[in-house]
């Protein structure tokens, strides 16, 4: 690393300037970009580069030094602006304070807490003791909207038990074989025909098995959103299982939020998306935010090999053809589209909304998730 | 390693190799040559990612060794793989002889048996350090990314046979990614990232200047706003700079000097790809044509 004449003239200034640079690898680092001990240092060779010479090659080499994505670009910017050139004290940033947990997450049961489902919890007591195999049976069974407080615990422990068990995968005949690809023998011996017998090229059998990818749009307005985080919990648990996992809300507009299911602790990943606050309880547009899914992300995540899962009530107050539209484009991409309803479990209910009637033709299944046997059930609708 | 005295001197080379870049491309691409890490270039189709490798490994005068990923990339196929045909060969020859045994063995597993695979041959070039372009990283298998990761950090390849490689030359990585799959971001965070966004109207004017030879300015003018109006619309396929420049050199070789309705209509394959984005472009060709006069 050469450095440059210019700066060679006041150590002093430079001492200045590379303990500057450093702060902002922290500030960085503070408001959530990935910059560890390596992109300090090749910051600070950035700045020799470039700093004394033209800060605007000083603010995109650092860009490209510490940003991961495209979409990173305008919160650097700011950033860099905020950090860089202050204009008076406002603007100036400071540290974020540590983020504090809410109190009931240390318990255990932030999702509903968050939600604004449960109240103070009540006393211990009044509901019935869960002890025993009738007691699990029951917390199996019981509806996602209708547990009480002191369940929420063990309903929670007893399904991530569950899901651990779970297989994820098409039964086969060669279970087992899959790690390693086996030489298909009758081809080769076929093949070494042609050289005199010799058997000169390798052919292998079968293909390589791959895990599916999994895409799940999950309804959070109104009556849902219980739901919803529960199945969040559910695929939380399960992304080990899966090539990818990419998650979207939706109520009346689209978010993504893959990367907050990807914290590895399933309460912090709960409590971040619970923070998110996109317009619960307001009206449901499904066949818009599916279109939008389909339109700006699904080059990128729908695949053949990916399971589309729709987690809703299919109460759409958009018209019915705009949701039939998107359906029909996920069709094109996604390799199997699953509709979860909660309110199958309710007895006596039929699909007869406008938009669910107009989406089952187009689903390749349509199962009830009110519970968490019915959560349990749907793993074998999760393989391509 | 090869470098350049500074950012002007690479922008200068650039631009008399024909490749129009701007200044914020370029400082990546600088910084690859001073701190070594790889390169990662994402951007729409056709904006001219693969071509910004190419154009350096011109400009160092050394090699360019291209790697296009596909699913079901392994880590064999890009390293090395042996001669399978010609140890048997060799073996044959050896028969009817004294039994060699050791001699033979090692014989058969030497370099000249072995079949150099791109990344193999990045590593072990010998001159200079080679720019490996690793091209549409995105469509590779996640487990190839694993195996990228680690080659990409160490530059070394240990081969059972005969022994560890390591780079004499480290090559310089520029991987591009049309962002068909997310990649890891233990990747991203080894690389220098940068989006090469379509080109402004005057970086785009002075490219199709430089790439069409001998058209009329008034053309010039036309076929870049034409585009930009484009990419304003809800396409599915948005034309990249690479169309730009096939339609402005098919506009060219009808002999054209301005465009009109009838023009951009037959034209039109040029630059769409889609009969849902044909259908668009009918429907607007009037206002599209408004803007290609505008001022």
């Known amino acids: 690393m050469s450095t440059t004449p210019e700066l060679t003239a006041d150590a002093a200034l430079q001492d200045a300037l590379a303990e500057k640079t450093i702060g902002f690898a922290h500030l960085l680092r503070a408001q959530g970009f990935t910059v560890g001990l390596r992109e300090s240092q090749d910051a600070l060779a950035v700045a020799e580069c470039f700093l004394c010479r033209n800060f605007e090659d000083f603010r995109c080499g650092l860009r490209s030094l510490l940003c991961l994505s495209v979409e990173q670009f305008a919160r650097f910017d700011a950033l860099f602006e905020a950090y860089w050139q202050p204009q008076d004290g406002a603007g100036r940033i400071r540290r974020p304070k540590r983020i504090q947990m809410p109190a009931a997450a240390r318990h255990g049961h932030a999702l509903l807490q968050t939600v604004g489902l449960s109240e103070e919890p009540t006393e211990e007591g009044d509901t019935e003791a869960l002890s025993g195999a009738s007691g699990l049976e029951a917390l199996r069974r019981v509806d996602f909207s209708q ?70 749009l999950l309804d959070v307005s109104g009556s849902m959103e219980v739901y919803s985080l529960f199945f969040l919990r559910f695929a939380h648990a399960l992304q080990r299982r899966f090539r990818r996992v990419h998650a979207f809300l939706f109520s009346t507009h689209l978010e993504d939020v893959t990367a907050d299911l990807a914290v590895r602790d399933v309460q912090g990943a709960l409590s971040r998306l619970s923070r998110r606050r996109m317009g619960w309880n307001s009206g449901t547009r499904i066949g818009e935010s599916l279109g939008h899914l389909v339109r700006n992300h699904g080059p990128r995540v729908l695949r053949a090999d990916t399971v589309l899962v729709i987690l809703s009530d299919g109460l759409d107050v958009g018209p019915p053809e705009q949701l039939a539209g998107a359906l029909r484009e996920a069709r094109l991409r996604a390799g199997r589209i699953v509709w979860l309803n909660p309110l199958l479990g309710i007895e006596g209910y039929a699909p007869i909304a406008q938009g669910m009637q107009a989406a089952l033709p187009l689903i390749d299944v349509f199962a009830p998730a009110h519970n968490l046997d019915s959560l349990l059930a749907s793993e074998r609708h999760l393989v391509v | 390693m090869a470098e350049f005295d500074s950012l002007d001197a690479l922008e200068e080379g650039f631009r008399t190799h024909g490749y129009i870049a701007e200044r914020d491309l370029l400082t990546p691409l600088f910084l690859l040559t001073r701190l070594g890490r790889p390169l990662l270039l994402e951007g729409h189709a056709g904006v001219g990612k693969t071509e910004t490798a190419k154009v350096l490994a011109q400009l160092l005068d050394t090699d360019l060794i291209r790697l296009q990923c596909y699913e079901g990339l392994d880590a064999n196929s890009t390293l090395y793989e042996w001669n399978y045909q010609k140890q048997l060969l060799a073996i044959r020859l050896h028969e ?58 160490d530059f070394q390849i240990t081969i059972p046979e005969i022994g560890t490689v390591r780079a004499v030359h480290r090559p310089l ?51 870049v706003r034409v585009v930009q109006a484009l990419r304003g619309l809800q396409l599915e396929k948005p034309p990249g700079v690479a169309e730009t420049l096939d339609w402005a050199i098919a506009l060219l070789a009808l002999g054209r000097t301005g465009l009109d309705e009838d023009l951009l209509e037959s034209t039109k394959g040029c630059l769409l790809k889609t009969t849902a984005d044909f259908d668009l472009l009918r429907a607007q060709l009037s206002s599209l044509m408004d803007a290609a006069e505008a001022n």
């Open chain 1, 147 to 216: 547990v009480p407080v002191t369940w929420e615990e063990p309903l929670a422990r007893l399904a991530a038990r569950l899901w651990q068990r779970m297989r994820l995968r098409k039964p086969s005949r060669r279970a087992g074989a899959h790690h390693k690809r086996r030489p298909h023998f009758r081809r080769i011996l076929r093949r070494s025909l042609a050289t005199g017998g010799e058997p000169l090229e390798l052919i292998l059998a079968g293909h390589r098995p791959r895990r599916p990818r999994l895409v799940l």
């Open chain 2, 173 to 223: 990585v520029v991987l591009t990614s049309n962002r068909v799959r997310e990649l890891s971001d233990a990747l991203k965070r080894r690389c220098l990232y940068h989006w090469i966004d379509y080109p402004s109207f005057e970086k785009e004017l002075e490219i199709v200047r430089a790439k069409a030879a001998g058209i009329t300015e008034r053309l010039a003018h036309q076929v």
């Open chain 2, 96 to 153: 009817g002889r004294e039994a060699p045994g050791d001699a033979l063995e090692k014989h058969i597993f030497s370099r000249e048996f072995l079949l150099e695979r791109p990344l193999l041959r990045a590593i072990s070039a010998e001159r200079a350090p080679a720019v490996l372009l690793i091209d549409e990283v995105d469509r590779a298998d996640e487990e190839f990314e694993a195996f990228l990761l680690e080659l990409l950090s």
